[in-house]
């Protein structure tokens, strides 16, 4: 069989030349802390790509022929030059895909969102009612992203509805998805994964066996009208295959660049173990993408590991390699949530944990509330100014 016969979703096991899309999360300064932050985000790193960086990174994506890519954070509309950045993309043929918890989204932003049709944006909701939401992401954002949200339905913008599930939300998907309906948004549910804080939180709020069930169910009924991405593959193994991308497409079709440049094969997997280098150095992100020992690796025939045996695996082929290693388990090896109950008996076995190699957590913590600042994010001259508070007037957060 020639290459080009290959079906589609075996051309992107082997890799592309480009990634589909990649994750950027521009910085790691946020209002919030969120108690399942993957990036386990709060304070700015003093080293941050600066604008001209940031440019140069889009240019070498727009030369890549790189469709869009998903910018995050932490906050990412707390720098300063996110508009700026964000016109310099899609001016170069990079389309921009930004998640946000909706402290920057006012009317006038609103507006401007609305102006540029290769813009998407997403809110942050992760309960359907202020109990449930708060009780993760902080007192007060529940309203601060349904305001947002309000904002961009007067300005005409049909906008993304992010939820990630977990054990006390998954009772409330019909409610999310009138919620979004109200609003004229698409709903996008995303898998909890245990990475940076998410791995502190992760026995409390990942989905019960029963709910994986339950969200298996919902989404067969929703699929159409509810986005996933590569979420929930693993839950293939009940029956028939999810919406999606399903299998892991960590440095084959996906990557992450981080706010300082480091380059991750996957957004989910923020370690060292996972780091391919960095768009600082010589031949830019294309060369790492496209010459990254670790990412010629993962583009390798995968064996399968303890999984091959199960008559599921063509379904969820082993599931995610980041949920997998955060929790102590072979990458080779079951899923934790895997549907079989394999995961189960994997774990019960695990002695250790890897450690997060980042934590840029606000010191002290703000679970009883979002930071009420506004942060200007022009890149630090000091290490001393990683703190978002320095210098910065103090602002109530919006009604």
Known sequence: MTATALPLVEHFALGLDAPI?????LTYACNLACSHCLSSSGRRDPDELSTA????????LQRMQVFYVNIGGGEPTVRSDFWELLDYATSHDVGVKFSTNGI?????AARRIAANSYVDVQISIDGATAEVNDSVRGEGSYATAVQALQHLADAGVSPKLSVVCTRYNIPQLDEFKEIADRFGA????????????????????????AQQRELYDWLVAHGDGVLTGDSFFHLAAYGEALPGLNLCGAGRVVCLIDPVGDVYACPFAIHDQFLAGNV?????????????ELFLELREPQSGGSCKGCDQYDACRGGCMAAKFFTGLPLDGPDPECVKGHGEAALAAVVTKPAPSLDHSHRGGVRGGP????????RPDRACDEDPLTGMSLTGLPA
Do not use: Y
């Open 53 to 60: 960086e940031c440019k140069a990174v889009i240019d070498e």
């Open 104 to 108: 920057k989204i006012d009317a006038e």
């Open 371 to 378: 930071v009420p600042v506004q942060i200007s994010m022009r």
């Open 280 to 292: 600082r150095s010589t031949g830019g992100f294309a060369g790492v993408w496209r010459e990254s």
């Open 21 to 25: 899309c990649l994750t950027w999360e």
């Open 186 to 209: 698409q709903l996008r549910l995303t898998r909890l994964r245990p990475s940076g804080r998410g791995a502190d939180v992760w026995d409390d709020l990942h989905p019960t066996q």
